[in-house]
């Protein structure tokens, strides 16, 4: 199975930047798609960015632009640099490394935090 931890979110003020980083344990990581979701309060969760194995990439409208995801399949690592920053990027954070054939498991991480305030 997979663990994922996410770790560098926090209070940042409006137009600063934050990289969050995603660790995974386990097998098979190099032929996940990993991505990024985000959850505000009261509101749906929504795609922010999802990389391929092979390194192809998607953003969610309200972000493009401004955040890039990447994966370092050396150190089992998917990060999300988030840059220029709003109010409205505030929520919770999640890591999700997708099910592929053969390797049928999803698996989301714990969340972390991302605050942008002044």
């Known amino acids: 199975q997979v663990h994922l931890v996410e770790s560098g979110g926090g209070l940042v003020q409006p137009g600063g930047s934050l990289r969050l980083s995603c660790a995974a344990s386990g097998i098979w990581f190099n032929i996940r798609p990993m991505g990024w979701y985000r959850q505000a309060p009261g509101k749906q969760r929504e795609l922010v960015a999802r990389i391929s194995s092979g390194g192809m990439t998607k953003y969610g409208d309200s972000v493009k632009g401004r955040f890039t995801i990447s994966r370092d399949n050396a150190n089992n690592t998917v990060y999300l640099q988030m840059n220029s920053l709003k109010p409205e990027d505030t929520a919770v954070y999640y890591c999700?490394?997708?099910?592929?054939?053969?390797?049928?498991?999803?698996?989301w991480g714990q969340g972390t935090q991302v605050t942008v305030s002044s």
């Open positions: 999700n490394a997708e099910a592929v054939v053969g390797v049928p498991n999803e698996y």
